[in-house]
């Protein structure tokens, strides 16, 4: 991965942590995702859980470079999905269908 890509990269995950971390101290949630999210707080921290975990996938990763190890790439990449598996436990649970009967 070049330098330009992982400054981008960087900018976004720093920009992903900020809106972690504005969920959990503000209890809020940004405006596209608001109606969708029961427990704002819960939600901020599955939102910094996935974003470590992009962060160390990004570290560790599959690309060549002196840090690889695929290993602990699988592992941050586990972790991520944890986050958003808390994220989905943090969705406001979904109406009960009526059976057409």
Known sequence: MSSP???V?????AAVGCVGIGAITLGRTPLAGRRGIAWPRRWGY???VSDAGLAGFIYF????SPHSHPY???ACMVVAFVGIFVQQAAARP???TKNAS
Request: glycine share 14%; proline share 10%.
């Open 5 to 7: 890509e992982l400054a």
């Open 61 to 64: 990763g599959p690309y060549l």
């Open 94 to 96: 979904g109406k009960p």
């Open 46 to 48: 599955g939102l910094l």
């Open 9 to 13: 990269a960087a900018l976004v995950l």
């Open 72 to 74: 602990l790439a699988v």
